[in-house]
């Protein structure tokens, strides 16, 4: 056996969650009220937001962006990482998704920490831009549409600091990028082919740019790192 074939013996996340994960009993109502959801696919599990919340602390971080509420998992797990005067931003469409995580927030005391923007979150992350706050984020999380997956790259480089971290969600699309019958009947409804296309543009896109450092993870639905570089640092 392979190493990188260890990850397919059956059985062996349950052994690395009954071992690893904390999840604090807030996140877990949170997701469990999420697990009943229509659109529960959408939110992200909680071995996830552990590690991002572990990225968050080696950071240091106090500003951060969410770029997808949903019903605000992400956004509870990365606000319990920041200091009582850290910033999160967190975008969304539906403000009703978003309400099934606010009393949450607010159990865990992190409400003032969160900045929910609900309007499309180009426009939001064009006004961050334009109120000067480009290169001070320290992580964005990157988790919504994903014809504008692109889109919100770009506007996240400009937004992060030098050696900040962006967090791209769903960058294997459920095998989709291989191969589309990968896909189930019901994520065939979800998921069409420009969502893939556009996963795949960016994920080769990410490879190949030199602006950034960069690590893709087999985590959940796959998450890519990228750590923006120093100006100068093309190495």
């Not at 696919?41 to 500003?63: D, R």
Request: negative net charge.
């Amino acid at each position: 056996m392979k190493k990188n074939e260890i990850t397919f013996i059956p059985d062996l996340n349950d052994y690395i969650l009954s071992v690893s994960l904390r999840e604090n009993s807030i996140l877990k109502e949170l997701r469990d009220r999420t697990d009943n959801h229509p659109n529960s696919i959408l939110q992200i599990p909680p071995e996830q937001g552990q590690f991002m919340t572990f990225l968050l602390k080696m950071l240091n971080a106090k500003k951060v962006i969410d770029i997808g509420t949903y019903t605000g998992y992400s956004a509870l797990c990365m606000s319990l990482a920041l200091p009582k005067d850290g910033k999160l931003v967190t975008c969304d469409l539906n403000e009703d998704w978003a309400d099934i995580g606010k009393p949450y927030w607010e159990k865990a005391g992190v409400e003032k920490i969160i900045d929910l923007k609900i309007a499309p979150a180009l426009e939001t992350l064009s006004g961050l831009i334009e109120n000067n706050e480009s290169n001070t984020y320290d992580f964005i999380f990157i988790d919504a549409d994903k014809i504008n997956y692109d889109n919100y790259y770009e506007k996240a480089l400009e937004l992060i600091r030098p050696e900040g971290i962006i967090a791209i969600d769903n960058v294997l699309l459920f095998g989709s990028v291989l191969n589309p019958n990968y896909l189930s009947s019901d994520l065939q409804k979800v998921l069409s082919k420009d969502d893939i296309e556009s996963v795949k543009k960016l994920n080769l896109k990410i490879k190949n740019d030199k602006r950034v450092d960069i690590s893709m993870l087999q985590i959940a639905d796959g998450l890519t790192l990228v750590r923006k570089k120093s100006v100068g640092n093309n190495v």
